[in-house]
Every structure is written in C-alpha cells, then in structure tokens.
C-alpha cells in the first residue's frame, strides 16, 4: 500500500478558479452543501442495475444502502451508471460485450473525479466486466455482489436456475414434461431478487471475488433478499472510504497469490469454467503473469468440498445457512495462500479462521470431500494445440476416456436443423463436434458448447455424450463437455478440419485430446481450408473480431492489455 492518500477528485474540486467553480457548481444542482467538495473521498459506486438485467434488478436500492455507508465514514458518494450485460436477454450472447462493458467502466471511473470504488454486480458477465475496466484505473476498489434468488421451489422440490432449465428442456424432449408444467416452472424458479442460485457463472464469480480479497468476508453466498446483504453494503461503503484514505489499491490485493487462491477455491467449490477466460482477463489488466495450464496445475486437485447444483444438489441458500464460502477458505488454509492480503485489511486466513460449519452435507470435509478431485482439467493435443477445458466434476464420469467417431455441425445453425433429424447417424458412442461457435466466430463465443442431445437418443435414455467445441457452456450446466478449444475454427484451428467418421481420443486422465487422422491427410485439408465468416462490416462487432484474444488468454482486446492509470492531464474547457 502506498502512503497516506492524495485525493484525485481534488483536482476537479479543490481549486478556486474557473474549472473549479464549473466542476463544483453544476453537481450543487443536486443540492449538495459546499463541505461535500472540500477534501472529502468522493467514492463512485459503479451501478450494473438494468431492467433489463433482472439478476441485478435490486442494485439502485443497494446503492442507496452503500451510500449510507459512505456517508457515515466521511465520503462523498456519487452512484454512476455503466453498461450492464443481462444474461438471458441479450443477444447473441453478453460475452460479445464484455469487453465493451469493461472499457465503458474503465473511462468512466479515469474521466471522473473518485477516488475509490464500489462495483455493483451481480449477473454473469457484469463482474468480470466492471472488475477489469476498474483494474486498468487501479483505484482502491471494492466489491458488493448482488447475491443470489432464494432457492427455486416447485412442486415440493428444489430446483436450480439453468441447472432445471436444461432438465426440463430435455423432459419436453423426451415427452416427460408438458408445456403446462414448463409454464408454472418459470417462476417457480425465479422467485425473488438476485442471480442464478445454482454454482453457475455468477455465484462462481461472487465465490471468485471473496476468494480475490475484494469483498468483505463471507459476501459471496448471502442472498440477495436477506437483510444481511444490505448490512454487507452499508459496510462495504464505510470500508472504501477507509480503503481510500490507507491508498489501498486494487493491485494491492490482486497478486499473483490472490489468483491462485481463487483457482483453489473455485475448484473446491465446483465453480464454472467461464471463470478460466474472466480470470485470465483480470490478470491481463492488473498485470499478474497468469495462463491456462495454471488452472490445471493449481486447481484439478482440489477436492470438491460444496454440494452444489450443478455438481451437485443443493443451492446457494443452503450455502449461506451452512457458513458460507469462510468455512470452504478455513477448510483450505493449509493449501491456499493464506496470508494473501483482502480488501479489510487483514489477510483471507485471518478473515475466515475458525468459521464454523452449520451443515456438513452442504460444505463436505477436507477428510470426506465430494470429490477427491474436483478442478477444471486442461487438455492438449492436436486439436486444440493451445489448450481446451472441461470440468469433470460436471460429468457423468463414464466418458472421460473415450474414442468416438466424430459427427460434425459447422456452426450452430447446422446443430439446429439437424440434431433432431430421425435420419442423422448417430449413436451415444459418437462425439459430437461444434465448430464456428468461438470469440471470432460467433461472434462472442456462447454459451452452446453443452449440446442437447439428439431427441432420439434421449427417448433412449441416453443423458450423456462427449461434445467437443470451440464455445463456452453456462456454468449450471453439465455434461463430458468440451469447451474453449484453441485456436477456434474461424481461425484455422485444427477444429475446422474435423470431418464425419473421423475418430477422436479423449483422455482426460493424461490431459489428451486428439484427432485420430494422419497428419498428410490433415495437411491436405489444411490446404484447402478457406475462412467463411468474414469480418462484420462496421461498429463494435467489427472491432471485437478484429482485436479478440483466443480462450486461452481470456478473450479480452490485444490493445486492452495492462491499465492506463488513474491520472487524466487535460481538462475540458
Ligand atoms: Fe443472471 Fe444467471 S442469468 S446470473
């Protein structure tokens, strides 16, 4: 941490001259006094609120709570609004605008006079997203996850956001479900304010923010409708004035150790693989040395230690009630980085010693874990000569070794007008192929990479096949799926190459994934191989093909690599 802090807003505030006067005078229009301008923290509360992003539909209130806090230790807060990604709503998918969403949080903190920072988020994509556009202004930050829904109830049962979709889609496949029931599941599944409840993408990245250091202990898991949550954000705005006032940065808690812990802890926790491309991403922009074979070789060891849709069958409310992610970080002190330093100034091992566990059947011991290994394996092999994922703790389990015969769909237009052809040959041995579904080819690399299975394998019973693609999946999904394959098709990776009645080799056991086709074969198939999907005409999506990074290195823009500071030299007038 550096020396007592010097306030940026000073030099949009502190001045008694003409600058001065237009920087003050128009924000009086708000009706605040003349001593909220003069040295006081201005803090920017960074609000992903949308009606359009209903997993963060109660932000604005929580805004008003985080300025309480920052109210009653001093500061001056300022709410701000910034482009937030709805997951379920947008297309093609929230992924394509990540990056946008970064840099509009980026230059809108750099442009403005805050000297520390509260990020609102909640849905998938608008923590990785606030969280990296704020890395590259490095100012003391702070995080306050929206929480997640209460458990889904229906019919008497628990049932997981995603987790169920994917369940009662394959029922209407399958005929076991009816539209009626579909209907009456919808918001029986949705039931209050916050994120999906299952340990998909967004409570992995709530998990991955406390495990970072960049909440207060034990935030992650508290719904988003407890009162609790609210005393979680007026505290979290007492501490960032604080934060500011100590000149505790963001590159303070985000080392390299902080990192580590949190790939630990995700796989303790069973948590997603998108968390591998917005981590990668993260490190890119605070400047930590981090690459995919890191998630293999700290985190595929790791026993799986919470019982959690989707791998396995509790929710984030049970979650809470249990203890929360403190118990899972106590249960790890003796292989995480311990002494990693956290947004409160005390080290994550101090925060969470001794948390006690209310229910051992939710959080499972290190001694009796779920899974003895329960991380997101790397593979290698050529095809996908720099790396591809899959979860295993995710998967039936049967088919993390196997040799199928390929079945190709060129894009996810092929998948839908064939994969229910009563004529496609097909069998559950087979291995399903999805190419055109990466960052460039998409564009913005969906979530599909978990394939429905063909209707009539499913009629079967078949619940299981491997799939292969260069796209992501939801984190409440699941399935020997996999994912992220690199380089993508529409680059040239050897992906594209794949053809029916190949043979593939899947080992996840010795970390394998391979073609079985002779390599002069390949190399005629290389030659011909012409790019189908050309660059989009104009506007952002032009950009985003034109500058996105594979999966391997977290998909963000080459040229948004590092951070540009917090110092702006010009004024505007
Ligand atoms: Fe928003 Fe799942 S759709 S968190």
Known sequence: MGKKSYLRSVEWFGKNDKMGFVHRSWLRNQGHPDHMFR??????????????????????????????????????????????????????????????????????????????????????????????????????TIVVPGGPMLNGKFRGKEIGSGTSTWQISEGLKAGTFTVADLTEAESCVSRSAGHCMTMGTASTMAAMVEALGLTLPGAAAIPAVDSRKKVMAHLSGNRIVEMVNENMKMSDILTREAFENSIMINSAVGGSTNLIIHLLALAGRIGVDLNLDDFDRLGSDMPLLLNLMPSGKYLMEDFYYAGGLPVIIDQLKDIIHSGAMTINGKSIGENCAGAPCYNYDVIATLEKPLKEKAGIAVLKGNLCENGAVIKPSATSGELLQHRGRAVVFENMEDYHARIDDPDLNIDENCIMVLKGVGPVGYPGMPEVGNMELPQKLIKKGITDMVRISDGRMSGTAYGTVVLHVSPESTVGGTLALVENGDMIDLDVKNRSLKLDVAEDILKKRRDSWIRTVPDADRGYVRMFMQHVEQADRGCDFDFLKGGSGSVVLRDSH
């Open 39 to 140: 040295g006081k923290p201005v803090i920017g509360i960074c609000n992903t609120w949308s009606d359009l992003t209903p997993c963060n539909g109660h932000l604005r209130e929580f805004a008003e709570i985080v300025k309480r806090g920052v109210y009653e230790a001093g500061g001056f807060p300022l709410e701000f609004p910034v482009m937030s990604l709805g997951e379920t709503i947008m297309k093609p998918t929230t992924m394509l605008f990540r990056n946008l969403a970064s840099m509009d949080v980026e230059e809108t903190i750099r442009a403005n006079p805050l000297d520390g920072i509260v990020l609102l988020t909640g849905c998938d994509k608008t923590t990785p997203s606030t969280l990296m556009g704020a890395a590259s202004v490095n100012l003391p």
